[in-house]
């Protein structure tokens, strides 16, 4: 069914005026060529509400009551990683039955989203210190010299956090990750300033030899693949698999 065109402002308003007036619904709808039903339902607004305005619409009622919001709301901000099951569970617990969606529109409506968390290195106090030494080290190197460069790791993360924009970096929004794995996903990758290189699945635990191999089946093409130039420098961290002597 094609929909309704809306009347216009004015022609709402004449209604009203003819109706004061002492015109009939039939003779106002047949002057101004507007439906009798249309004329009757402007009148009896202007009526009730003393205008001819439309009226503010109150939408579908939400599921959640502002009470079980500022609980997922609450919840979340303290553990950002809590699943949308448990969320729901946590409302059935309460007397509120909603579904997974419903918890995702309602935390979105918070400005609150779910995101694959960060995954960061877990560090400890020396590894920062030699971070921040290795930074200022060569903070005023020139931008060619890191053109030559190409960096990469290991990463193992598949979870996902409920997070505000911009604040993915924030502790409570990242997963450390330690070099061993255990999670489901391993993947290997490089990149350089000129582009990313080889992003590569290791689908088997990785030692030193097995590191070594890795990185002349895919370091070497990446590298070719990006042009670098002759003397370039692979940058890798200290992970003991990385700096392992294999014979």
């Known amino acids: 069914m094609a929909k309704t065109k809306e009347l216009s402002k004015d022609t709402r308003n004449k209604i009203v005026d003819l109706h004061q007036a002492g015109k009939t619904e039939s003779a106002i709808g047949k002057q101004l060529g507007v439906k009798k039903s249309t004329v009757g ?14 009226l503010p619409r109150s939408g579908a009622s939400r599921k959640i009551s502002p009470r079980g919001v500022k609980m997922i709301t ?49 560090l400890k ?23 030559n460069v190409i960096w990469s790791d ?12 911009n604040a993915e970096l924030h502790p409570k929004n990242t997963i450390p990750t330690v070099k061993h794995g255990g999670g489901n996903i391993m993947l290997w990758g490089c990149f350089s300033a000129k582009g990313p290189g080889r992003l590569i ?27 670098m130039k002759h003397g370039w420098v692979f940058q890798h961290d200290n992970d003991p698999k990385h700096t392992a002597r294999v014979t």
Not at 41 to 54: E, G, L
């Open 154 to 165: 290991e990463k193992n993360c598949t979870r996902r956090v409920w997070r505000r924009k």
């Open 74 to 122: 609450r919840t979340v901000s303290k553990n950002p990683r809590t699943t949308q099951e448990d969320l729901v569970n946590d409302l059935q617990r309460a007397g509120t039955k909603v579904t997974k969606a419903t918890i995702s529109n309602t935390l979105r409506r918070q400005g609150l989203k779910s995101c694959s968390a960060r995954c960061v290195p877990l």
């Open 201 to 227: 699945r290791v689908k088997e635990r990785m030692n030193g030899a097995m590191y070594h191999q890795f990185l002349s089946e895919n370091l070497l093409p990446s590298a070719r693949a990006l042009k």
């Open 125 to 147: 106090a020396v590894h920062v210190q030699a971070r921040l030494k290795f930074a200022r080290e060569h903070l005023d190197d020139p931008e060619e010299d890191w053109e």
């Open 41 to 54: 339902a402007i009148i009896r607004k202007w009526k009730t509400y003393k205008t001819t305005d439309n």
